[in-house]
């Protein structure tokens, strides 16, 4: 009887362990619906834009930091375009503390989308208290306390034009 009551739980068990499996699976395969979703309605609100407007970039580029922190969940999204030797702020999203919307920064190692664009790769920081001053200034991001950071070139044929970076 014992026996028989063993083999029970343990058919009971196995089914338990397969139910678990399906159901990550499946939210797995959900998430990843809801993401694919995501960009597919961005990149079409971001087509929208432009259609309507094709001679303004200024609202394509809202649209793309919109975008661009709602799919990363991040706090905010700045894109910057080369301006002569200097970054100008020309698009932001979310809350910029301590910064005009459209001052402008030096093009140098020291700030973390001006690496991006004279590295012309992707920058991303995972804790940037955990990098030494030494290695990366980032002087704007320390003082408003920025810990995780994205930053990626715009390029145009292999040429920087620009970067976007998340916070």
Do not use: W
Request: glycine share 6%; proline share 6%; charged share 30%.
């Amino acid at each position: 009887k014992q026996i028989n009551l063993l083999k029970t739980f343990a058919d009971q068990a196995v089914i338990a362990i397969e139910n678990v499996r399906l159901f990550k699976e499946l939210e797995e395969r959900n998430r990843d619906l809801t993401e694919a979703l995501e960009q597919q309605t961005a990149t079409s609100k971001i087509l929208e834009v432009i259609a309507s407007s094709p001679t303004d970039i200024q609202p394509v580029l809202e649209a793309i930091a919109e975008s661009a922190t709602r799919l990363c969940d991040a706090t905010d999204a700045v894109i910057h375009r080369i301006d002569g030797d200097m970054l100008r702020n020309v698009a932001n999203y979310g809350p910029l503390p301590g910064r005009g919307a459209r001052e402008s920064l030096p093009i140098d190692r020291d700030s973390i989308p001006g690496r991006a664009i004279i590295d012309r790769r992707t920058l991303h920081i995972d804790d940037l208290a955990a990098v030494p001053e030494s290695d990366l200034p980032a002087g704007f991001a320390r003082r408003v306390g920025v810990r995780t950071v994205l930053a990626t070139p715009l390029l145009r044929e292999g040429i920087p034009i620009g970067a976007i970076h998340i916070r």
